[in-house]
């Protein structure tokens, strides 16, 4: 899996449409927002690091869960936009979640287990889980 990581808001406008999850760098505005789910259609969750998080409106908030969009906080750490634009799991950590899930471990468990050893917002961990496949996009 892997997530498209937005550095400045002059990138939305050049986003795939079919982009799902988006990590903003910078701290996002209103008006970031509502450009980047209408740039995104298909967008399912927006992450941004905690700080950021904390700044974000009630107003974005019930806009996005009107839109469906879930908004996380999280960071991609190590990750140079210089080199990709985009954050691509680890292999390692996919196949850990598919074979927790073959286990039959519940999902929250794993979620708890993985953010807790990754640094990953348990929410992203259910992402992942729930995905219909634990492929790499």
Not at 37 to 44: A, D, F, M, N, S
Request: proline share 6%.
């Amino acid at each position: 899996m892997k997530i498209r990581v937005v550095s400045s808001r002059n990138e939305i406008l050049s986003l795939n449409p079919n982009e799902k999850v988006v990590h903003l760098s910078f701290r996002p505005s209103n008006k970031d927002i509502f450009l980047l789910v209408e740039t995104c259609p298909k967008l399912e969750i927006i992450q941004v690091p905690k700080s950021y998080k904390k700044t974000v409106s009630r107003a974005i908030e019930m806009f996005l869960e009107m839109q469906k969009v879930q908004l996380l906080e999280g960071d991609v750490w190590g990750h140079r936009k210089d080199i990709n634009e985009y954050y691509v799991f680890p292999q390692s950590l996919m196949m850990k979640i598919r074979s927790l899930k073959a286990e039959g471990i519940p999902g929250e468990n794993i979620a708890e287990k993985v953010s807790r050893e990754h640094q990953l917002n348990p929410k992203m961990v259910t992402y992942i889980l729930n995905r219909k496949q634990l492929e790499p996009d």
